[in-house]
């Protein structure tokens, strides 16, 4: 092994391939590689797809989530910027995306690129990947190993601490899985016109329109299962659009059987969608279906259980942690779960750092994981899963393997070393990261009922918005009441309990219609809760008009203690 131009032996190792494994050419996974190359490893990226890029390249997601402080500061710099230069914009030509990545890799001498070769199983010892097998018997060796697949499917082989989707907090959902589907005939400039003429909802810059809101809800799928949202769009270089705007719902994006069976619903779909838009959308019409994506855009398997899970109280309440190794912004998206979710927006942080313990899965000491399946929790994962942030995470893995070998420290005891994590935040910088420390009050710091919302926030069931204003003096209404206490008994008490004929209705809500929504909850009596001496404490009197912060307080201290 060669570390800056000078032979390094480890007595403790057997001889090896490489330095570096990173498994997985996804942009976070390039990031990865190309860092950990410039940091002097010998670097092999491996990958069972035949060209770079994964999600952008072959899912064709050509529009990024970039991320901005407050003050327009770019938060995801070094090599993502170094990537973002290269392409047309925000929106993108994934060809473009594609020869960038290339080019990239290509210039690192250190780096070897290992195309069509699919990693089917992993070597351990005490805690540490040894090797990984190819599935054609091949076996590759290295010191440390960076697993930056879209599901962690190396971590995962290799005995990794999982959840699944939404399990954390309590629901077996998973976000929608989608289809982007290119589209020719377009007639951009009337688009762009459209959206940016006030008479439609949305907007439009230079290769980027997204909008049609109101028209895209009249829409009416051929498939029971698929929903069309307003859609994202991104202006090729041969002149076709790609449009982000399916939601395919029932799909494990964990089994190959079912993602193959989601992209030929999706691919169905397409006509039918496109034919709507031909109809209904200004500068559709001439519009018609050019080609679908080869690969589906899955949000959404599994989160990593790591040292540290990022949680949404993180994200929202914008932690400056001391082992930070990127920063973020992005809001908290959660896209619609089924057909009856039409998702949410948690919030919109004004930046958050993202540990390095993040990384480093509990029980693997030599291994790291990056992308949407590192250790965030399900809804912090709404902000921390785009790809700009996580590039900027898989650049800081290259900079922390070149680090721990260096120090002959594995992941877990440089996790607790303040001078190692300190010379990873360094190089960063070096390298051109962007990491500076920060104080960025919230939006509810300091308000006496931030408590309770913040417990029904991390369940999911109240949210700031993109404003990141909750409402708490604004009248609650019906379904307000009604989807926290549906979805408390859910997520908490995991159908121990049911709500009833709860009403969804959108009307301002009195204390007479809290008490039939809880009346509706089977098997509890009122009276046995001491209903009276809490309706007391929050002065709730028959008659009264009841403003959301009370009544989401009040309700977490009903539900809470019904056992």
Same mark, same amino acid.
């Given at each position: 092994?060669?570390?800056?131009?000078?032979?390094?032996?480890?007595?403790?190792?057997?001889?090896?391939?490489?330095?570096?494994?990173?498994?997985?050419?996804?942009?976070?996974?390039?990031?990865?590689?190309?860092?950990?190359?410039?940091?002097?490893?010998?670097?092999?990226?491996?990958?069972?797809?035949?060209?770079?890029?994964?999600?952008?390249?072959?899912?064709?997601?050509?529009?990024?989530?970039?991320?901005?402080?407050?003050?327009?500061?770019?938060?995801?710099?070094?090599?993502?910027?170094?990537?973002?230069?290269?392409?047309?914009?925000?929106?993108?030509?994934?060809?473009?995306?594609?020869?960038?990545?290339?080019?990239?890799?290509?210039?690192?001498?250190?780096?070897?690129?290992?195309?069509?070769?699919?990693?089917?199983?992993?070597?351990?010892?005490?805690?540490?990947?040894?090797?990984?097998?190819?599935?054609?018997?091949?076996?590759?060796?290295?010191?440390?190993?960076?697993?930056?697949?879209?599901?962690?499917?190396?971590?995962?082989?290799?005995?990794?601490?999982?959840?699944?989707?939404?399990?954390?907090?309590?629901?077996?959902?998973?976000?929608?899985?989608?289809?982007?589907?290119?589209?020719?005939?377009?007639?951009?400039?009337?688009?762009?016109?459209?959206?940016?003429?006030?008479?439609?909802?949305?907007?439009?810059?230079?290769?980027?329109?997204?909008?049609?809101?109101?028209?895209?809800?009249?829409?009416?799928?051929?498939?029971?299962?698929?929903?069309?949202?307003?859609?994202?769009?991104?202006?090729?270089?041969?002149?076709?659009?790609?449009?982000?705007?399916?939601?395919?719902?029932?799909? +494990?994006?964990?089994?190959? =059987?079912?993602?193959? #069976?989601?992209?030929? $619903?999706?691919? %169905?779909?397409? *006509?039918? !969608?496109? &034919?709507?838009?031909?109809?209904?959308?200004?500068?559709?019409? +001439?519009?018609?279906?050019? =080609?679908?994506?080869? #690969?589906?855009?899955? $949000?959404?398997? %599994?989160?990593? *259980?790591? !040292?540290? &899970?990022?949680?949404?109280?993180?994200?929202?309440?914008?932690? +400056?942690?001391?082992?930070?190794?990127?920063?973020?912004?992005?809001?908290?998206?959660?896209?619609?779960?089924?057909?009856?979710?039409?998702?949410?927006?948690?919030?919109?942080?004004?930046?958050?750092?993202?540990?390095?313990?993040?990384?480093?899965?509990?029980?693997?000491?030599?291994?790291?994981?990056?992308?949407?399946?590192?250790?965030?929790?399900?809804?912090?994962?709404?902000?921390?899963?785009?790809?700009?942030?996580?590039?900027?995470?898989?650049?800081?893995?290259?900079?922390?393997?070149?680090?721990?070998?260096?120090?002959?420290?594995?992941?877990?005891?440089?996790?607790?070393?303040?001078?190692?994590?300190?010379?990873?935040?360094?190089?960063?910088?070096?390298?051109?990261?962007?990491?500076?420390?920060?104080?960025?009050?919230?939006?509810?710091?300091?308000?006496?009922?931030?408590?309770?919302?913040?417990?029904?926030?991390?369940?999911?069931?109240?949210?700031?918005?993109?404003?990141?204003?909750?409402?708490?003096?604004?009248?609650?209404?019906?379904?307000?009441?009604?989807?926290?206490?549906?979805?408390?008994?859910?997520?908490?008490?995991?159908?121990?309990?049911?709500?009833?004929?709860?009403?969804?209705?959108?009307?301002?809500?009195?204390?007479?219609?809290?008490?039939?929504?809880?009346?509706?909850?089977?098997?509890?009596?009122?009276?046995?809760?001491?209903?009276?001496?809490?309706?007391?404490?929050?002065?709730?009197?028959?008659?009264?008009?009841?403003?959301?912060?009370?009544?989401?307080?009040?309700?977490?201290?009903?539900?809470?203690?019904?056992?």
């Amino acid at each position: 092994m060669v570390l800056f131009g000078c032979a390094y032996t480890f007595s403790s190792f057997a001889a090896v391939d490489y330095d570096l494994i990173v498994v997985g050419t996804d942009p976070e996974g390039v990031a990865a590689a190309v860092s950990a190359a410039r940091n002097g490893l010998e670097v092999l990226l491996v990958d069972e797809r035949s060209q770079l890029g994964g999600l952008l390249t072959l899912g064709w997601l050509n529009t990024l989530d970039m991320n901005y402080d407050p003050e327009g500061n770019l938060l995801t710099r070094g090599i993502f910027l170094e990537f973002f230069k290269k392409l047309e914009g925000v929106s993108f030509d994934v060809n473009t995306a594609r020869r960038a990545l290339e080019e990239m890799v290509a210039a690192e001498e250190n780096l070897q690129l290992l195309l069509e070769r699919k990693v089917t199983g992993v070597r351990l010892n005490k805690g540490r990947v040894v090797s990984v097998m190819l599935e054609n018997g091949e076996k590759l060796s290295a010191y440390r190993f960076i697993d930056a697949t879209q599901d962690a499917w190396v971590a995962y082989m290799a005995g990794a601490g999982f959840t699944l989707g939404m399990e954390d907090i309590g629901l077996d959902k998973r976000q929608a899985v989608t289809l982007i589907i290119e589209v020719g005939g377009v007639n951009w400039e009337k688009v762009v016109g459209a959206l940016t003429s006030g008479e439609y909802a949305g907007g439009a810059y230079g290769t980027s329109a997204w909008g049609f809101l109101e028209e895209m809800k009249e829409y009416e799928p051929f498939d029971p299962q698929i929903r069309s949202r307003g859609p994202n769009m991104g202006l090729q270089n041969n002149g076709n659009v790609l449009i982000n705007a399916m939601h395919i719902f029932g799909v +494990d994006g964990l089994d190959p =059987a079912s993602r193959q #069976e989601a992209l030929k $619903r999706g691919e %169905r779909e397409a *006509e039918f !969608l496109v &034919r709507f838009m031909r109809r209904r959308l200004p500068g559709f019409e +001439d519009a018609y279906l050019a =080609a679908v994506a080869p #690969e589906l855009y899955v $949000r959404e398997t %599994r989160h990593l *259980e790591g !040292l540290y &899970r990022l949680t949404l109280d993180d994200v929202l309440e914008h932690r +400056d942690f001391w082992d930070k190794v990127a920063l973020a912004s992005y809001s908290v998206d959660i896209q619609g779960t089924d057909m009856d979710d039409w998702g949410r927006v948690m919030g919109n942080p004004a930046l958050y750092s993202i540990p390095f313990r993040c990384l480093v899965p509990q029980d693997l000491s030599n291994l790291l994981v990056v992308g949407r399946s590192a250790s965030y929790d399900s809804l912090a994962h709404g902000s921390a899963r785009v790809v700009p942030a996580g590039m900027a995470v898989g650049e800081a893995a290259g900079v922390a393997a070149a680090i721990s070998l260096e120090s002959k420290t594995d992941f877990h005891k440089m996790s607790g070393r303040p001078d190692l994590i300190a010379e990873l935040q360094q190089r960063l910088l070096n390298q051109g990261a962007y990491l500076v420390d920060f104080d960025v009050p919230h939006s509810l710091e300091g308000h006496p009922l931030y408590p309770a919302i913040k417990e029904l926030r991390s369940l999911g069931l109240v949210t700031g918005r993109y404003d990141n204003d909750y409402r708490l003096d604004q009248p609650a209404e019906i379904r307000d009441i009604c989807q926290v206490v549906e979805g408390y008994l859910k997520q908490v008490y995991r159908g121990r309990y049911t709500a009833h004929n709860l009403s969804f209705e959108n009307r301002e809500a009195l204390l007479e219609d809290l008490l039939w929504v809880l009346e509706g909850i089977s098997g509890i009596e009122l009276e046995l809760m001491g209903i009276d001496e809490l309706l007391s404490n929050y002065n709730f009197f028959p008659g009264k008009k009841l403003l959301r912060g009370e009544t989401f307080a009040f309700l977490l201290d009903f539900l809470s203690s019904i056992e």
